[in-house]
């Protein structure tokens, strides 16, 4: 049963690479795809400002608070790629923060009510469809020294988000490690969700290397 599930999944992940190819090799989607992330970016970068006060951090710092923003401009690098079978570590770490930051960004709708939920849930759904969207192309990915950057810089960000802002932030996310549920809550589960991320990018290439060959 376990060879017939990867087998189907295998064939799922072949005919999406297909249909993905034929559709972004359409110039009109692609410039569609790079105006809306280029604008949902700034929109992001701008609310980071405003509202988070990321200006208030040192400027060393700006690059790794806001998350989602720099997720989705991140996928612009991935859409220009001619071949985008050449910057795959660089595609999975696109891939993983994508997928980090949408979830991450469900769990802070589920637990605070003070963001404008429909707004946010389905800009984040567009971002993770995004991230799903490089998975197919990861059928090359090898585990070597430039993955191995990928997964420290990964989780260095995890504990810079947990664990290393909060002498900076405004005081009502300093409290955040002060409810001991939720905070662990929120680390497990994002820690837990970046190494399953990982996991799942470097299995992609043994499985298309294993029924490849199957293929008329």
């Avoid at 951090?57 to 220009?80: K, Q």
Wanted: hydrophobic share 55%; with cysteine; net charge neutral.
């Amino acid at each position: 049963m376990c060879t017939r599930m990867t087998a189907t999944l295998y064939q799922a992940f072949s005919s999406l690479r297909k249909h993905e190819i034929q559709i972004l090799s359409k110039k009109w989607v692609l410039y569609l795809l790079i105006m809306g992330n280029l604008i949902g970016a700034l929109i992001g970068f701008q609310y980071y400002v405003d509202v988070i006060g990321i200006t208030d951090f040192p400027p060393y710092l700006w690059i790794l608070i806001p998350d989602c923003p720099m997720a989705v401009f991140l996928l612009l690098g991935f859409y220009l790629q001619g071949n985008k079978q050449r910057f795959l570590n660089y595609n999975l770490f696109v891939f993983i923060h994508g997928i980090r930051g949408a979830i991450f960004t469900y769990l802070i709708v589920a637990n605070f009510d003070s963001l404008d939920i429909e707004i946010v849930i389905i800009g984040h759904t567009i971002l993770l469809l995004q991230a799903l969207i490089i998975l197919p192309f990861l059928k090359d990915l090898r585990f070597n020294k430039g993955t191995i950057i990928v997964i420290l810089i990964t989780f260095f960000n995890d504990f810079m988000d947990f664990f290393g802002f909060f002498s900076l932030t405004p005081p009502t996310l300093a409290q955040l490690p002060t409810i001991q549920p939720m905070f662990t809550f929120f680390l497990l589960t994002i820690v837990g969700l970046d190494l399953l991320m990982i996991l799942i990018g470097l299995s992609i290439r043994p499985l298309f290397e294993r029924f490849s060959t199957q293929d008329p």
